[in-house]
Structures are given as structure tokens and as C-alpha cells.
């Protein structure tokens, strides 16, 4: 099991920046990001292949959000610029080992390990 810790949550008005951060104890396949507002179902928000750097962005974030890993393959970061009240939720940070490769990496059911989570407020 890969263990993940999420930081850099806050809070920061419409139009604001915050970088978020996910330490993960070893390297995986495919490493992700999902919010959950209250009452609200998980949502993807981007997600990256360890090996190749390829990803991909929901569209309500694309613009606005950036997904990079750091040379170790075990830091994930989500660069997150012009905040609207939208955005605000618990992040997580997800990661998945190659087993879960044929499930599609916006999915939920498509990562094997989730950290705590780090709450995100963005007030207007």
C-alpha cells in the first residue's frame, strides 16, 4: 500500500493561487487528483502518468490548474491559479499501481491508494 500525505489547503479568495503537494512513500503508475465539495460526489480534477508526464485536466479546471511531478516520481504537486468559490472542497490525492490500468484514470475506481485529504476554501 503507498501511503500519501497531502498539504498546502487553505483559504484564499476568488482569483487566488495555492499550490498543493502529495508525498508519496514509493513511486506508482498513475497518480491523480479529486475534490469533493460538501453534499457532492468525488470529482477528478487531473490526473498524470508517472513514466511518461502525459495527463489530463478536467474541463472545468483546464486554464487554471497544473499537475506535475517532481524527478523522484513521488512528489505530486497541483498548481492551482485564478480560485473560484467552485473549486472549494477536500482535495485527494490518489495513486495507482499498473493493475488499475485498463480503468480510466477519471474515475474513482481507477486508484488503489488515497491520502487524508487537505481542504480547499475559496471565498467570493
Known amino acids: 500500500q503507498v501511503q500519501l500525505v497531502e498539504s498546502g489547503g487553505g483559504s484564499v479568495q476568488t482569483g487566488g493561487s495555492l499550490r498543493l503537494s502529495c508525498a508519496a512513500s514509493?513511486?506508482?503508475?498513475?497518480m491523480g487528483w479529486f475534490r469533493q465539495g460538501s453534499g457532492k460526489e468525488r470529482e477528478w480534477v487531473a490526473y498524470?502518468?508517472?513514466?511518461?508526464?502525459?495527463?489530463d485536466y478536467n474541463d472545468s479546471v483546464k486554464g487554471r490548474f497544473t499537475i506535475s511531478l517532481d524527478n523522484s516520481k513521488k512528489s505530486l504537486h497541483l498548481q492551482m491559479n485564478n480560485l473560484k468559490p467552485e473549486d472549494t472542497g477536500m482535495y485527494f490525492c490518489?495513486?495507482?499501481?499498473?493493475?488499475?490500468?485498463?480503468?480510466?484514470?477519471?474515475?474513482?475506481?481507477?486508484?488503489?491508494?488515497w491520502g487524508q485529504g487537505t481542504q480547499v476554501t475559496v471565498s467570493s
Open positions: 498524470i502518468y508517472t513514466h511518461s508526464g502525459n495527463n
Open positions: 514509493e513511486s506508482t503508475y498513475r
Open positions: 490518489a495513486a495507482a499501481s499498473s493493475r488499475y490500468r485498463f480503468i480510466s484514470g477519471n474515475s474513482p475506481r481507477g486508484y488503489n491508494d
